[in-house]
């Protein structure tokens, strides 16, 4: 059952301006995520280092108390084409002092003017960055919300190609993972989706495949062979219209032979994480990404 406090900000979402309202333009669109991400609280003592990391430009993010050698790799959301530091650092601070790890946040290129496989590119080359620098890979936590989400999956699968060791394990928010738009629950859940708009989610698309078929396997990563992936936990609510995105990934993923934690939060919304100043949902969601995370960290 969900809590009142969920309920309560549910209805205030519903009656805002969204990034995903119609009428707005790209940059409008960008201000607006940027502007309601910024509205989420800092932990305590969290300190943040601005950096460039093979050519992206990056924030760490680092709690109060951490072990530096333990790390987040976090690849925001945004439909591929919005999101930044500041529309994810507040959600992904409070990630990080949950997980007791420092986190990186990379601002990979966003589409129309870089469409993929460019943010693919920037997150292999950060990810490559870390392991470089000298962090096992069994130290990295790869997370990813709704596109950040899909990011991550196909990140660990051009890394898996490759023959890159991959991370301990990954966590994919609300995860965009069909681009080609086949899921149900685009159309079952479009008028409980306070947040997500299946035209809005369309036409972003479109922009970032560009001349590739939606169902590639690194642009879709629904459509990819996931067998080899590490552990992976997918959150995603009742409410939203990437629901079958979550539920057809955890299944093939299984299927794939990855071990896969499919957790369906009732009557929450896309990326209900960035409310984790107001509701308690949020808070619970991301203590079992923590505790996630702690089951499959791995020895250097």
Known sequence: MPSLMSLLVRRRIRRRVSFASPGLSLEERR????????????????????????????????????????????????????????????????????????????????????????????????????????????????????AGGGLALATLLALRDAGDPLTAAAVCISPWTDLAATGETLRTRARHDVVLRPETVGRSAALYHGGHPPDHPLVSPLYADLAGLPPLLVQVGGHEILLSDATRLAERARNAGVEVTLRVWPGMWHVWHGYVDWVPESRRAIREIAEFADRHRTAA
């Open 31 to 146: 201000r607006v995520l940027d502007r309601n991400g910024s509205l989420v609280s800092l932990p305590r003592g969290t300190m943040l280092e601005r950096v460039v990391v093979s050519g992206v430009p990056c924030e760490w993010i680092l709690p109060y108390r951490h072990d530096p050698g333990r790390v987040v790799l976090f690849l925001h959301g945004g439909a591929y084409t919005l999101g930044s530091c500041n529309s994810h650092r507040g959600m992904v601070a409070h990630v990080a002092r949950a997980c007791r790890a420092r986190a990186l946040l990379p601002e990979y290129r966003l589409a129309p003017e870089h469409p993929f496989p460019a943010a693919l590119e920037d997150a292999v080359a950060v990810y490559r960055f870390l392991l470089g620098s000298g962090v096992p890979p069994g130290h990295v936590t790869l997370m990813g919300d709704s």
